[in-house]
């Protein structure tokens, strides 16, 4: 997979950038690069990357806003790159669609593995479709998960999800009724090669609630909030 492996860098910091490539070519990846948002949205939407490696701070257009329009087109895997201090932002990057960040300063080994386990999500997911039985679904009132497909469909309606928030979903529809503590999420949904905290479970289940109530309220609802513990999934039996 790493010899047609695409990864779309995209940094105002020549040197940043330079770096980051070199590590990734050693993987034989092939990278292309963006120095401002304008550039990278226009590469995201008019080319197929495999993963993009996305600043926040930069000319022109934004990271956020990058993602936010990106994610209108395509569910392409995001890495927000961001600087030490800007959680707020960081939040706001995971409400737009982002995956994983990656604070600064970094080291370049770090973004190579998270890059590799991005790559293995998506990939495992895919082989998920060729390697279960036919009719793999996940079939509740207002909510259908197809597997073979990897599409969610609520109260009739295709419902578009990033991967992580496909995973998630999936995750807590396999166990009806079983609470699970944001901890449990990162380290079952994240993989433990996710450095993240509990803020990230609660934005990509506000993202993924508020996708599933565009099309269906009932669906929504199925995803609860145990307050002081975490979540579940609860199905309504009558």
Not at 40 to 60: C, G, Q, S
Request: with cysteine.
């Amino acid at each position: 997979m790493s010899e047609t492996t695409k990864v779309l860098v995209v940094d105002d910091e020549e040197r940043i950038r330079r770096l980051i490539r070199m590590y990734l070519e050693r993987e034989d990846y092939i990278v292309e690069e963006a120095q401002d948002g304008t550039e990278a949205l226009e590469k995201a939407i008019n080319d197929d990357f495999h993963v993009i490696l996305l600043d926040i701070m930069m000319p022109e257009m934004n990271g956020i806003d990058v993602c936010r329009e990106i994610r209108k087109e395509k569910e392409t895997p995001i890495i927000m790159l961001t600087a030490k201090g800007e959680e707020s932002n960081r939040v706001q990057g995971f409400e737009v669609g982002a995956d994983d960040y990656i604070v600064k300063p970094f080291s370049p080994r770090e973004v190579v593995l998270r890059v590799k386990a991005i790559l293995r999500r998506v990939s495992a997911a895919q082989f998920e479709q060729v390697a279960v039985p036919p009719k793999d679904i996940i079939a509740y009132p207002h909510l259908t998960i197809d597997h073979d497909a990897h599409r969610v469909t609520a109260d009739g309606s295709e419902v578009s999800l990033t991967p992580k928030e496909y995973e998630l979903l999936c995750f807590l529809a396999k166990s009806p009724d079983k609470v699970y503590h944001r901890e449990e999420l990162l380290k079952e949904v994240w993989h433990y090669e996710f450095f993240g905290d509990l803020r990230t479970v609660d934005t990509h289940v506000k993202r993924l609630r508020e996708k599933l109530n565009q099309v269906s309220e009932d669906a929504a609802k199925m995803i609860v909030t145990v307050w002081g513990v975490g979540y579940k999934f609860e199905v309504d039996d009558a």
